[in-house]
């Protein structure tokens, strides 16, 4: 079994930067995908990394703007949000793999987390 644990959501101002934590438990996992879901809206990539060899996957649309990264000492991935927008506003998921594959479809994670809100105020 694999245990995802995300925090560090909350309210914040357009323009501030939030980090988001993922903590790893369990059976041993081969990519990290963060995924988010405003309210009434499907669940949309964000980002995934690969964490034997660190390769990053991200749509155009969430580079620049959202970095992924692993400390893999700690069992933690890492969300780091800059300049956010009220847009960005929606819950935050992770989800692992054990496949090799790092792909944007949600069918692709059989393990999530419970998620933390993001909020972002103009």
């Known amino acids: 079994q694999v245990q995802l644990v995300e925090s560090g959501g909350g309210s914040v101002q357009a323009g501030d930067s939030l980090r988001l934590s993922c903590h790893n438990s369990?059976?041993?996992?081969?990519?990290v995908a963060w995924f988010r879901q405003p309210t009434g809206k499907e669940r949309e990539f964000v980002g995934a990394?690969?964490?034997?060899?660190?390769?990053?996957y991200q749509p155009d649309p969430m580079q620049g703007r959202f970095t992924i990264s692993r400390d893999s000492a700690k069992n933690m991935t890492y969300l780091q949000m800059k300049n956010l927008k009220p847009e960005d506003t929606a819950v935050y998921y992770c989800?692992?793999?054990?496949?090799?594959?790092?792909?944007?479809?949600?069918?692709?994670?059989?393990?999530w987390g419970q998620g933390t809100q993001v909020t972002v105020s103009s």
């Open positions: 989800a692992a793999t054990h496949d090799a594959f790092v792909g944007a479809a949600v069918i692709m994670y059989p393990h």
């Open positions: 990394i690969r964490l034997i060899g660190g390769r990053i």
């Open positions: 369990g059976r041993a996992i081969y990519s």
